[in-house]
């Protein structure tokens, strides 16, 4: 399957080396004529430092493309030509505010959208990344789509409605306080969350991500998380409930100084620790070697 460079009316076009590049200079191509020449998936990426379309007609091409990539450009500012685009990066573009005609978006990248607001229009995106998005108070809606990402959106705090995403980063969202409707999420980062203190209702999750929550200190209920990373959790003090885990980063936890309960650990990170007991670290060394290296 090939990709159209379209030179004339995006000015330059970005696309993968393993993939077959055509370039046409007639810029009056249909997406019929697009069909007919085999050419069914269309990438376009236009760097900021070249110019948009500057006729509807150029949008309404710009538009007919699967793949279209507007990172950081300044000159997005209403985007409604790009509503039946599948995958779209607008992420980094100062001036966009208004994004409610991107309902049927597969694949949306928001990412550093300043001014973007309202994101009730988006329920049905299935991979939205509204990441840096401070503007955003208002996630409620965002309960369908499948994976999200709210990284650093400092202006979230009430997360109750995600529940039933698969794939969640609440990463830097620091005024999120209660996860307790998150136990569902398949793999849920709350890096940096420093408000989250109580996880009991997360001990279902797959994947999960608690470094830095500095205030932190019982995780006993996590003895059935697949992957648990708690980097930085400087007051938690029993690990012992957790050795069924599989993969467990306690990298900085100083307070940990007993892993003698983890020997059965397959993956086990303790970097930072000055403190470990030499005893216990011994008896988990020889439980290692006993049931072999990890798979």
């Known amino acids: ?63 007919s493309a ?90 979230i705090s009430d997360v109750r409605s995600l529940g039933s995403v698969h794939t969640l980063d609440l990463s830097q969202c620091v005024r999120v306080s209660d996860v307790s409707r998150l136990g569902s999420v398949h793999t849920l980062c709350l890096q940096g969350c420093v408000l989250v203190v109580d996880v009991r209702a997360l001990g279902s999750v797959t994947s999960l991500d608690l470094s830095f929550c500095l205030y932190l200190n019982d995780v006993s209920t996590l003895a059935k998380v697949h992957t648990l990373r708690l980097v930085g959790c400087s007051r938690i003090v029993d690990v012992s409930m957790l050795g069924a885990v599989h993969t467990l980063d306690l990298t900085f936890c100083h307070r940990v100084n007993d892993v003698s309960m983890l020997g059965c650990v397959p993956k086990l990170t303790l970097c930072g620790h000055e403190d470990i007991d030499v005893t216990a670290a011994l008896a988990w060394l020889l439980t290692r070697a006993t049931n072999g290296p990890a798979p």
């Open 1 to 63: 399957m090939a990709t159209v460079v379209w030179p004339l009316v995006l000015s330059f076009l970005d696309v993968p080396a393993a993939v077959n590049v055509l370039a046409l200079t007639n810029a009056r191509l249909s997406r019929r004529l697009l069909r007919r020449m085999g050419l069914s998936h269309v990438v376009c990426c236009v760097r900021p430092r070249y110019h948009l379309p500057s006729t509807p007609a150029g949008w309404k091409l710009l538009g």
């Open 66 to 155: 699967r793949t279209v990539n507007l990172r950081g450009h300044d000159g997005v500012v209403d985007v409604p030509a790009l509503a039946k685009v599948h995958t779209l990066d607008l992420s980094y573009c100062p001036q966009i505010v208004d994004v409610s005609t991107l309902a049927g978006v597969h694949t949306l990248n928001l990412r550093g959208c300043a001014r973007v607001m309202d994101v009730t229009a988006l329920a049905n995106v299935r991979w939205l990344n509204l990441s840096r998005c401070r503007g955003v108070t208002d996630v409620s809606c965002l309960g369908g789509v499948h994976t999200l990402n709210l990284a650093d959106c400092s202006g």
